[in-house]
């Protein structure tokens, strides 16, 4: 087993270990982060239906026009952040449980979750 199957069993461990104390209800939906190398998707989920009721990405045409070349990876979770937020407003979804997804609160993820809190959202 090379280091990276070892990082991503753990990361599935830490993951699963998440999922089982958080889960979405229908006053308090589940807001998940997923980050690839270059893209930071998130969704808002109500679980007990399985259905995804907004959700935005750096590949979303309304994010990428929000984008510049020169931003950092972090300032495109903000941009991110802040469209999911408002996306969740015109919804009436104004709480929501944070999943981050087995990634460490710190960077992306973190600056994400700072922008959907300026933009309306309570976690």
């Not at 893209?39 to 808002?44: E, K, T």
């Not at 750096?58 to 026009?65: F, M, Y």
Request: charged share 35%; no cysteine.
């Amino acid at each position: 087993m090379n280091r990276f199957d070892i990082k991503n069993k753990r990361r599935e461990r830490r993951k699963l270990q998440i999922r089982r104390s958080i889960t979405g209800t229908p006053e308090r939906l589940r807001m998940t982060v997923t980050r690839s190398l270059n893209n930071i998707y998130v969704q808002i989920i109500d679980d007990t239906t399985g259905t995804t009721l907004v959700s935005a990405s750096t590949i979303d045409k309304e994010v990428r026009d929000l984008l510049t070349s020169g931003m950092k990876k972090s300032e495109r979770g903000k941009v991110v952040g802040k469209v999911v937020a408002q996306r969740a407003i015109e919804k009436n979804i104004n709480k929501v449980v944070f999943d981050r997804n087995a990634y460490l609160y710190h960077g992306r993820v973190k600056a994400l979750a700072d922008a959907a809190r300026e933009g309306g959202l309570s976690f």
